[in-house]
């Protein structure tokens, strides 16, 4: 009997979680709409109108508020319009946004699988639309958020790990945000990720020099050179005068 009771205890709690994860992923026009918002925010960044950008990317999360990809794009709009805490709170609901989808992938792997390979097709058709138009889409990061899109389908069911692009995002809107503390601690966390991201070196050996930790701010410079960064020469000036 306790065993037959330990069984329906399971399967209940099993179906609650099945009935959450639904919950929380859209339905399948709200999806439809919020990659059609996705791609008029990505048309407005590529034509450098970000006030528009952040109100189609603010309507695409509205939408669907687990579609990472628009989360992130409403950041880089709000960086490019120096409203840094509004970027800060879009990149941690990015972050947000992916740790519920991997947390979802126990019990709805399959709506999870679906709403992956929807943002993968959606990079792939502005990064196929940019190379046709001349543009090189740097402005969202969106080859790297493809590769790690294309990687968490590959291995999934272990530890949530934020990619390091969105960890230096994040970093980067702390910083200009006045949260310096805070900005080094999502860098220090972006090349634990990819200790090949020169990027997020620099912006720490920055941060150290800033703070008087000469030795360390040397050490990322050249961390930051070595995996194929350009410092700035006028940094590593003012870097061996301290």
Same mark, same amino acid.
């Given at each position: *009997?306790? &065993?037959?009771?330990?069984? =329906?205890?399971?399967?209940?709690?099993?179906?609650?979680?099945?009935?959450?994860?639904?919950?929380? %992923?859209?339905?399948?026009? #709200? $999806?439809?709409? =919020?990659?059609? *918002?996705?791609?008029?925010?990505?048309?407005?960044?590529?034509?450098?109108?970000? !006030?528009?950008?952040?109100?189609?990317?603010?309507?695409?999360?509205?939408?669907?508020?687990?579609? #990472?990809?628009? &989360?992130?794009?409403?950041?880089?709009?709000? *960086?490019?319009?120096?409203?840094?805490?509004?970027?800060?709170?879009?990149?941690?609901?990015?972050?947000?946004?992916?740790?519920?989808? &991997?947390?979802?992938?126990?019990?709805?792997?399959?709506?999870?699988?679906?709403?992956? !390979?929807?943002?993968?097709?959606?990079?792939?058709?502005?990064?196929?639309?940019?190379?046709?138009? +001349?543009?090189?889409?740097? %402005?969202? +990061? %969106?080859?790297?958020?493809?590769?790690?899109?294309?990687?968490?389908?590959?291995?999934?069911?272990?530890?949530? $790990?934020?990619?390091?692009?969105?960890?230096?995002?994040?970093?980067?809107?702390?910083?200009?945000?006045?949260?310096?503390?805070?900005?080094?601690?999502?860098?220090?966390?972006?090349?634990?990720?990819?200790?090949?991201? +020169? !990027?997020? &070196?620099?912006?720490?050996?920055?941060?150290?020099?800033?703070? +008087?930790?000469?030795?360390?701010?040397?050490?990322?410079?050249? %961390?930051?050179?070595?995996?194929?960064?350009?410092?700035?020469?006028?940094?590593?000036?003012?870097?061996?005068?301290?």
């Amino acid at each position: *009997m306790a &065993h037959r009771a330990s069984v =329906a205890m399971l399967a209940a709690a099993l179906s609650f979680a099945a009935s959450a994860a639904q919950a929380q %992923l859209a339905d399948e026009p #709200s $999806r439809r709409e =919020a990659i059609a *918002m996705f791609r008029t925010g990505q048309e407005y960044m590529s034509a450098e109108q970000f !006030e528009r950008a952040a109100e189609a990317f603010g309507k695409a999360v509205t939408a669907d508020r687990l579609l #990472s990809l628009a &989360h992130y794009g409403l950041g880089q709009a709000n *960086m490019n319009l120096r409203r840094y805490a509004s970027a800060t709170k879009a990149y941690r609901d990015c972050i947000e946004a992916m740790r519920t989808l &991997h947390d979802l992938e126990l019990t709805n792997r399959f709506q999870v699988d679906k709403q992956r !390979e929807d943002e993968i097709l959606e990079l792939k058709r502005v990064l196929d639309r940019s190379a046709v138009g +001349g543009r090189v889409p740097t %402005l969202l +990061g %969106l080859e790297q958020r493809l590769r790690d899109l294309e990687n968490q389908r590959a291995s999934t069911g272990g530890v949530f $790990r934020p990619p390091a692009e969105v960890l230096l995002a994040l970093g980067s809107a702390q910083f200009r945000n006045g949260d310096a503390a805070g900005a080094e601690a999502n860098w220090r966390a972006a090349v634990e990720v990819n200790p090949k991201y +020169g !990027e997020a &070196h620099n912006n720490l050996a920055v941060i150290y020099m800033q703070t +008087g930790r000469l030795r360390d701010a040397e050490q990322e410079m050249k %961390l930051a050179e070595k995996n194929g960064f350009r410092v700035n020469p006028q940094f590593k000036t003012d870097l061996k005068d301290r």
